[in-house]
């Protein structure tokens, strides 16, 4: 069962910038948190959730598996890209933290530049396997053997809108004879010769629905600050075995979640030309700033994780089947919801137009299209999937510039909170060649009632809508203030300069119905409007 979370309807402003009183704001319905810091769970006195880790570890010794110590690493993918360290940021999230899996090498795998070689472990055997390719930092882009299993042991985040866990296929190997100068690759000789695929392998383990201490078996109740396990593996025996590893260890299987890679949609192994996988953590909208951030940027004190490996290889396999996703579609869309919609948002836009426009600025409606493709999908059909998640739906305008600082674009469109399409909206500002997500804003939470001044007063649907702006510079609109690459402080990834060419990105996330992303037709798509000075004639 899912808790209906809601955010304190007078505290919309969660960040501190915006809001400095609320650093104590209590988000979700019947959870409270006295604590102004958040504490690693195996550092607080009389936690449960490692006591029996080595019991576990020992137990798996004893049956003939191999157990390596990995981690779950908070990754700032615009720090690494404005260091020359990966050529993508893959349509990161703006504002949106991200943490990857790192894991050891196999036993008699080579390590990769970087890492320690793995337990077992000789550099003079010529039958090494060879070393993984380093996409992003080292150990997060990993081969797996179908026999091997990953554990994650720990805690789960504070409150937040939305936390999930997802394994990926990351680099395939490039088919013979195919262009692929538009796509991320990597690779030797001695590797092999990749590309990024990035393709979710099923339905995230989220919030909602979560098995933790908190919430057994996926029941309600708070999911966050929770113990949890979760295990990922190719292989329904190996996956038993580790549940029954951890149950003589003491853990409840009512806190275990499984995270499956179907067999038959990857090509599993070590050899060279295998895939390669990725395993991503993902947080949206943190409910105590400083708390949140505090446990991404710490996470791999949160989270114990280990690689499993059989001393002998399994003879026989189990694979997981491929699973049937959770359905987008349900029998409601916003045409139905906003029957009148279509003379709603015309009357928005000329409002915006009216008041943006006039003889100093020209305008132009941006296309708004599908982005980024589901991941069985995007297996299929060899392109790139950037993270994807099932728990999401992805849109992007066309590509477009900043030709001066006075030009600016206007966001607009349904609010698919309200519509009940989702429970978290957001909208990014991206560079169009590292497609790094600079800023973004959650669309009605952090602008409530913001299409209120473009309808008549008192218009019953005015709720139903959002406006924002994103600019250089603030005024006395509700604006996103989009930053500068060149001579950013941060890195020259942070921003994008004028001139450059930039798009928006929507993700709409967790219909209410279905706690999955929305059907791309059960909603109506997100609108931009780009402003641009025009020049004075001489």
């Not at 933290?97 to 070689?117: C, E, F, I, K, R």
């Not at 395939?172 to 990024?196: C, I, R, W």
């Not at 790094?436 to 218009?459: C, I, L, R, T």
Request: proline share 6%; glycine share 8%.
């Amino acid at each position: 069962m899912y808790n209906d979370y809601r955010f304190d309807s007078n505290s919309y402003y969660l960040y501190p910038s915006l809001a400095n009183s609320h650093h104590t704001y209590n988000a979700l319905n019947g959870y409270l948190n006295p604590y102004r810091h958040y504490r690693p769970v195996y550092n607080q006195e009389g936690s449960t959730i490692y006591g029996g880790l080595n019991t576990f570890i020992s137990t798996l010794n004893k049956r003939g598996y191999i157990v390596q110590e990995g981690k779950l690493k908070y990754v700032d993918i615009l720090q690494l890209a404005s260091e020359g360290k990966v050529p993508s940021c893959f349509g990161n999230n703006a504002n949106a933290p991200y943490a990857v899996l790192t894991l050891p090498p196999a036993p008699n795998q080579d390590p990769s530049q970087g890492q320690d070689p793995p337990i077992v472990y000789n550099p003079n055997n010529p039958n090494n396997y060879p070393e993984n390719i380093n996409a992003i930092i080292p150990g997060a882009t990993f081969k797996l053997r179908p026999d091997e299993a990953i554990v994650l042991i720990g805690q789960t985040p504070p409150p937040a809108y939305y936390f999930s866990f997802r394994s990926y296929l990351g680099l395939a190997e490039n088919k013979p004879l195919k262009d692929y100068s538009d796509a991320v690759t990597a690779g030797n000789d001695q590797t092999g010769f990749y590309h990024m695929l990035f393709a979710s392998l099923g339905d995230s383990v989220s919030n909602r629905g979560i098995w933790t201490e908190q919430t057994p078996q996926g029941s309600s109740g708070s999911p966050f600050n929770s113990s949890t396990i979760i295990i990922s593996t190719a292989d329904r025996s190996v996956n038993q075995q580790v549940r029954d590893a951890l149950g003589v260890a003491g853990y409840s299987s009512n806190i275990m979640n499984n995270d499956n890679i179907p067999l038959d949609m990857v090509d599993m192994g070590l050899e060279k030309g295998k895939d390669t996988f990725l395993f991503v953590m993902r947080a949206q909208l943190w409910a105590q700033e400083e708390i949140g951030d505090a446990y991404i940027q710490n996470v791999d004190k949160f989270f114990k994780v280990l690689r499993i490996t059989p001393n002998i290889p399994f003879a026989n396999r189990t694979p997981w089947p491929i699973p049937i996703l959770k359905m987008r579609e349900t029998n409601t869309t916003e045409y139905q919801v906003l029957p009148h919609a279509r003379k709603e948002l015309d009357h928005l836009r000329n409002e915006i137009i009216q008041r943006y426009g006039g003889s100093e600025y020209d305008h132009v409606d941006l296309n708004t299209d599908k982005w980024v493709m589901e991941g069985f999908q995007g297996i299929m059909q060899d392109v790139t999937c950037l993270g994807d998640n099932n728990d999401a739906l992805y849109l992007r305008t066309g590509n477009f510039q900043f030709k001066s600082d006075d030009d600016f674009i206007i966001i607009y469109g349904v609010n698919h909170e309200k519509t009940g399409k989702a429970t978290l909206c957001q909208a990014s500002f991206y560079g169009a060649e590292l497609l790094n997500g600079v800023v973004g804003a959650f669309n009605s939470v952090e602008f409530p009632h913001s299409a209120s001044d473009f309808f008549p007063e008192k218009y019953e649907n005015t709720n139903y809508y959002y406006v924002f702006k994103m600019a250089r510079e603030m005024d006395n609109d509700r604006v996103v203030v989009v930053p500068y690459s060149e001579g950013n402080p941060l890195g020259s990834a942070y921003g994008v300069d004028n001139d450059q060419d930039a798009f928006i990105g929507f993700r709409i996330y967790q219909d209410k119905e279905t706690g999955v992303g929305p059907d791309l037709y059960d909603i109506i798509w997100d609108h931009a409007i780009l402003f641009t000075k025009k020049e004075k004639n001489l």
